[in-house]
């Protein structure tokens, strides 16, 4: 195995033993959220709907709604990195709009 393969296993291993996705460790992508939240949820929420809330907190609360612990209108299917990034679009929204408030 390579030095930078190596480095790669230990750090899959390390946000496992953290109770991490290595998929967590990939930056999502905004303007994806934005496409995907757009595509799949505008019919009933809008960025604004989570003012306050952090991409973490919303990223948590999607993601257990797509594993059917919290109910919603309809089931959710969306890949971990759709989560990820209408999490990011919608934590974003949602610090910028109580930034224009301030």
Known sequence: ?????????????ALVAL??????????????GKA????KCIACHEAD???GESAASLESLIRDIVAGKVK?????QLTPA????????????????K???R
Not at 19 to 32: F, H, K, M, N, R
Not at 82 to 97: K, P, R, T
């Open 72 to 76: 919603h209108k309809q089931p959710l």
């Open 36 to 39: 995907v939240s757009q595509a």
């Open 1 to 13: 195995m390579t030095r930078s393969g190596s480095r790669q296993l230990l750090t899959g291993t």
């Open 19 to 32: 109770g991490l996705s290595p998929l967590a460790a990939v930056a999502a992508d905004v303007q994806a």
């Open 99 to 101: 930034n224009k408030r």
């Open 82 to 97: 759709e989560v990820a990034d209408i999490a990011a679009y919608w934590g974003e929204s949602s610090q910028q709009g």
């Open 49 to 51: 709907d989570w003012e």
